[in-house]
């Protein structure tokens, strides 16, 4: 089992930046990849970013030269550093984990989720 806690949501005015953290305990040692997704109200789930355990990263088009997903394995923590955001990136944005090899996924976590609401 994995634990994922989020944290560093909050109200910001567009073209602002955000910094959300994602702290992982419990089976760490057995996640292949964790990433960022976010919900809008009446969209569905999207992927926002990923990291693997080779550290290769990967981003939705959208977010692409904006936002920097990175971890501390030392603190088990993954982040996702959000810049010039603009009003279309409000969201809740859920942590997620996945855990296993790239062949096959043995369980898959979600956080419960941080709001990030971008507004002048």
């Known amino acids: 089992q994995v634990q994922l806690v989020e944290s560093g949501g909050g109200l910001v005015q567009p073209g602002g930046s955000l910094r959300l953290s994602c702290a992982a305990s419990g089976s760490i040692f057995s996640i292949y990849v964790m990433g960022w997704y976010r919900q809008a109200p009446g969209k569905q789930r999207e992927l926002v970013a990923h990291?693997?355990?080779?550290?290769?990263?990967n981003y939705a088009g959208s977010v692409k030269g904006r936002f920097t997903i990175s971890r501390d394995n030392a603190k088990n923590t993954v982040y996702l550093q959000m810049n010039s955001l603009k009003p279309e990136d409000t969201a809740v944005y859920y942590c997620?984990?996945?855990?296993?090899?790239?062949?096959?996924?043995?369980?898959?976590?979600w956080g419960q989720g941080t709001q990030v609401t971008v507004s002048s």
């Open positions: 997620n984990a996945v855990t296993g090899t790239v062949d096959v996924a043995t369980g898959i976590y």
């Open positions: 990291i693997i355990s080779s550290g290769s990263t």
